[in-house]
């Protein structure tokens, strides 16, 4: 544990000036230490981890951090700049960067030690004598906590009490009158990561609650787990805060209750102002539903304030909704849909009909194997339905929304009324379930209530509504919807393909790529020739922009600077992995030229890809699985077409500049860029 960091880890005269090149220089030396396995793999993987949300924080920090297959061992380097570096914090430019690599299945102790170190930094003598520091070896021992011991991790911070009997005084409130007592907070942070955010959020709640009299109680919902609130404690709040960048887990303990839910760099940014919200919504006797977070999920900018009710537009809403069905239905599409084509490539396409490998299995037969694999991709499948629905349900109304939406999903595959029921059967689950919550009950119902009333009465509204009311309704539409995916030929499947490509490139990961692509996933749940087809489409535009940037960087240098050349080489191999987020990077730099570029590309592969009819069973895999894609050679053809046509437009915009960046001075190390008139 003593070499999370060493000296070689840590640069006290960090000469990068732009965030990608001060983790590039800090990454480096874990390569050197034998941390990290592959430079480029793991910076990918930061900037991808740095596209989702900022990582400088006020008082001069900066925290790139990724969890990545790249690490080795759990690793922290250390750099201070004197110019200061821009890592996207209101109050300017980060002189201490901290570069926090985790294996993908880092061990709790270690994410405990980096936790602690995320609290660390809210201590202004702790970072005062990292900017004092002029040993490596010191700062290094400093960072590990060798000259002062931290307690053990914490799961939940508290405030108040503890400041109370070490004075011998009572906590008074933000007004400054005596109270007998203090104001009391429960809240929940958490980040994507879960490695530094949410601890540090917590520190800063946790100290802001100190300095206003104000009983504060976190609980960290991080990389390592969590240890749930004390049920008293959270009896016992006055109100809530949530700052958090990922679904808060089990909301419904604080259903009731004054709600300020944002995200989690406004939690480290201004604790102060969160409390004093919290303060006013006590007042006004505002109280907040299980499902009031969802409300504010996709405000996009991760540091609102007030409740999600205040912000969000019911169609944020309803796509985060679905979104969360979706993501936990594709791993069992990804599962069962290459078992299925594998299947295929082993026994061909009559293997489907085989009997059963229960009833009939020959060790010594491809066939028996090839019908073993049918059959279990087929199983995963059949789940396909059953938990989107279910999940869908989840995202809106937690835990007791699961059984009615699972069983609405099921009654969904009954009627016939496919991936459409699915969607609709979550949908009705997690609204009778929201309803219900609702109605107030008495004291001694509570607890019955998530585990036996609500499954119950929610079930049985949900089933009576998918079975008589809206069920085959929904199954002619479904019907309807794969009639005309089986029947889409000349230019009405160009068309389409087009509309698919522009919506997969224009924001590379966000909410339009999101749903083309969910689009396409929902069709492979009742696969026909059609469906598969748009999954094809969607893969092959989806794969265009980074391979378009690394194309263009390797044929004309010179109008990229030197980091923009490097993640070049990252490209190609997210690109050829079906990661569109691997443009992001010259997206953000040059949205102007790059977008246009890479949706033209897009909608060139997607109308190709539809016109030569290739079709495609897996949801994911890029060129790794061509031998599973139907007319293969033509497939790479659509994909080799539109990534050649993004790339000569990249390339023919960024050479109308007037100033190319090598121009400008771009010495090619730091990544700087010139902004020029178009």
């Not at 936790?115 to 201590?123: E, F, I, K, P, V």
């Not at 299925?340 to 009833?359: C, M, N, P, Q, T």
């Not at 119950?456 to 309704?473: D, N």
Request: proline letters at 5%.
């Amino acid at each position: 544990m003593s070499e999370l960091i060493t000296a070689e880890l840590v640069d006290l005269d960090l000469s990068a000036t732009t965030k990608d090149a001060a983790a590039r220089s800090l990454a480096e030396r874990m390569v050197a230490a034998h941390r990290v396995t592959d430079l480029d793999g793991f910076l990918a993987d930061v900037a991808a981890r740095e596209a989702q949300m900022p990582t400088g924080l006020d008082g001069g920090i900066g925290i790139p951090h990724c969890r990545s297959e790249h690490v080795s061992a759990p690793t922290l380097a250390f750099g201070r700049s004197g110019a200061g570096i821009d890592f996207g914090a209101a109050d300017g430019p980060a002189d201490l960067v901290f570069l926090i690599a985790a294996p993908t299945g880092a061990d709790d102790d270690h994410l405990t030690i980096l936790s602690g170190l995320a609290r660390r930094l809210m201590d202004p003598e702790f970072t005062a004598a990292l900017r004092a520091g002029t040993d490596p070896r010191a700062v290094a021992a400093l960072i590990r906590g060798e000259e002062a011991p931290e307690e053990p991790e914490r799961e939940q911070v508290e405030t108040g009490k503890q400041e109370q009997a070490e004075t011998g005084t009572e906590a008074t409130g933000g007004t400054g009158a005596a109270e007998s007592v203090p104001f009391r907070i429960v809240a929940v942070t958490s980040c994507p990561t879960g490695i530094a955010h949410t601890y540090m959020a917590a520190e800063s709640l946790a100290a802001a609650g100190r300095a206003e009299g104000v009983e504060v109680t976190v609980e960290t919902q991080g990389s390592a787990g969590f240890k749930k609130l004390d049920p008293a404690v959270v009896a016992a709040a006055d109100a809530v805060i949530w700052a958090h960048d990922v679904e808060v887990r089990e909301k419904a303990r604080f259903r009731g209750k004054p709600l300020v839910d944002v995200g989690v760099k406004a939690g480290i940014n201004r604790p102060a102002e969160l409390i004093a919200e919290a303060r006013r919504r006590a007042e006004r006797g505002e109280i907040a539903t299980a499902s009031d977070s969802d409300k504010a999920s996709g405000s996009g900018d991760g540091d609102g304030n007030g409740s999600g009710a205040d912000h969000a537009h019911f169609g944020v809403r309803l796509r985060t909704y679905l979104m969360s069905g979706v993501s936990y239905m594709v791993p069992f599409v990804a599962a069962g849909g290459l078992l299925i084509a594998l299947s295929f490539a082993i026994g061909g396409y009559e293997i489907a009909s085989a009997k059963s490998v229960a009833d009939h299995f020959v060790w010594g037969e491809a066939d028996s194997w090839a019908a073993l694999l049918n059959q279990i991709g087929s199983a995963a499948f059949g789940f396909l339905v059953p938990v989107l629905a279910g999940y869908i349900a989840y995202g809106m109304a937690d835990r007791p929304a699961l059984v009615p939406g699972f069983v609405g999903g099921a009654i969904a595959l009954t009627v016939n009324a496919g991936f459409l029921g699915g969607l609709v059967a979550g949908l009705l689950a997690g609204a009778v379930v929201m309803a219900v919550q609702r109605v107030p009950v008495h004291a001694t119902l509570r607890g019955i209530m998530p585990v036996l009333v609500i499954p119950l009465i929610a079930s049985a509204v949900v089933g009576f509504l998918m079975f008589i009311v809206v069920g085959k309704p929904i199954a002619s539409l479904q019907n309807a919807l794969t009639d005309w995916l089986n029947g889409l030929s000349g230019s009405n499947a160009v068309i389409l393909g087009v509309v698919l490509g522009l919506m997969m490139c224009f924001d590379m990961g966000g909410p339009l790529n999101k749903v083309a692509y969910a689009f396409a996933v929902g069709g492979l749940a009742d696969p026909t020739q059609g469906s598969l087809k748009v999954m094809a489409a969607v893969m092959a535009a989806g794969m265009v922009p980074p391979l378009a940037m690394a194309l263009a960087t390797t044929v004309r240098r010179r109008l990229f600077t030197k980091t923009e050349r490097e993640n070049g080489r990252a490209a190609w191999v997210l690109g050829a992995s079906f990661i569109t987020e691997g443009a992001i990077p010259f997206a953000a730099a040059d949205p102007l030229r790059v977008i246009p570029s890479v949706m033209a590309g897009g909608a060139v592969t997607g109308a190709l890809s539809m016109a030569f009819g290739a079709t495609l069973r897996a949801p994911h895999g890029g060129v790794f699985v061509v031998p599973l894609i139907g007319e293969p050679f033509l497939y790479l053809l659509a994909i080799a077409a539109g990534t050649l046509v993004a790339t000569a437009l990249v390339v023919l915009l960024k050479g109308a500049r007037r100033t190319a960046p090598e121009a400008a001075g771009d010495a090619g190390a730091d990544g700087s860029r010139v902004t020029v008139a178009a």
